[in-house]
């Protein structure tokens, strides 16, 4: 069977993904308008359908909403035992060539691979927020994670809702929430809210607002 490469979402003409075809048939997981905060379930479903036979011998092609991209890959290591192939611009050779990485949950995902991409690799602006009992630091996502996380105590969600909702001026298209779900929930949300959670995390259910995407493989910690 010939493998396949899933690009995470359709680019722009301007992109050139003609190479990627030296290493299977081009499949696209999502289109380049899809809304990832206004169509959450809807889309993680989509993700899941379009990655259901995701083996060995196929690729992931990391061109999209970043988002989306660690939802794809998170999929795409759940169904296929922790082990993804990406698809990985060389700006010297001007082609594609493979990288392996194995036995990786969500967060091995952020530090292994968007380290080595080329930023910027989507069109979002992103805002980091660490918070644990209260915000420790907010910084734009450049590309590049940090060496260290601030904070690690206790779990209260409320000072991220409350930062987002400081300036009416200044609209979140959404917050992508990464944690176990164990802490005090604000009373609503501020905005549309995904919650990545981990495999041992709170359950489903008990989450008062918001989408719920459990990671289930062995590896996932927050």
């Given at each position: 069977m010939q493998p396949t490469v899933y690009i995470v979402q359709k680019p722009d003409d301007k992109k050139n993904i003609i190479s990627a075809q030296d290493f299977g048939e081009i499949k696209f997981v999502l289109t380049e308008k899809t809304n990832l905060m206004w169509n959450s379930q809807e889309t993680v479903s989509i993700i899941k359908d379009k990655l259901r036979t995701f083996n060995d011998s196929d690729y992931l092609l990391l061109i999209g909403d970043p988002a989306v991209i660690g939802i794809c890959t998170a999929v795409a290591a759940d169904y296929n035992y922790g082990s993804v192939k990406f698809l990985?611009?060389?700006n010297r050779e001007f082609k594609y060539y493979p990288v392996v990485y194995s036995?990786?949950?969500?967060?091995?995902?952020k530090k292994e691979v968007l380290d080595k991409m080329k930023y910027p690799y989507f069109d979002s602006e992103v805002e980091v927020i660490e918070c644990d009992a209260e915000v420790q630091r907010c910084y734009e996502f450049k590309g590049k994670f940090p060496e260290f996380i601030e904070g690690?105590?206790?779990t209260a969600f409320d000072p991220v809702f409350k930062y987002l909702n400081r300036d009416r001026t200044i609209k979140y298209d959404g917050c992508i929430y990464l944690t176990d779900g164990?802490?005090?929930?604000p009373k609503e949300a501020s905005a549309p809210t995904m919650w990545i959670v981990c495999k041992d995390g709170l359950e489903t259910k008990q989450f008062p607002f918001g989408d719920v995407i459990r990671i289930s493989t062995e590896s996932s910690h927050f």
């Amino acid at each position: 069977m010939q493998p396949t490469v899933y690009i995470v979402q359709k680019p722009d003409d301007k992109k050139n993904i003609i190479s990627a075809q030296d290493f299977g048939e081009i499949k696209f997981v999502l289109t380049e308008k899809t809304n990832l905060m206004w169509n959450s379930q809807e889309t993680v479903s989509i993700i899941k359908d379009k990655l259901r036979t995701f083996n060995d011998s196929d690729y992931l092609l990391l061109i999209g909403d970043p988002a989306v991209i660690g939802i794809c890959t998170a999929v795409a290591a759940d169904y296929n035992y922790g082990s993804v192939k990406f698809l990985k611009w060389d700006n010297r050779e001007f082609k594609y060539y493979p990288v392996v990485y194995s036995g990786m949950g969500f967060m091995a995902i952020k530090k292994e691979v968007l380290d080595k991409m080329k930023y910027p690799y989507f069109d979002s602006e992103v805002e980091v927020i660490e918070c644990d009992a209260e915000v420790q630091r907010c910084y734009e996502f450049k590309g590049k994670f940090p060496e260290f996380i601030e904070g690690r105590g206790g779990t209260a969600f409320d000072p991220v809702f409350k930062y987002l909702n400081r300036d009416r001026t200044i609209k979140y298209d959404g917050c992508i929430y990464l944690t176990d779900g164990y802490g005090n929930f604000p009373k609503e949300a501020s905005a549309p809210t995904m919650w990545i959670v981990c495999k041992d995390g709170l359950e489903t259910k008990q989450f008062p607002f918001g989408d719920v995407i459990r990671i289930s493989t062995e590896s996932s910690h927050f």
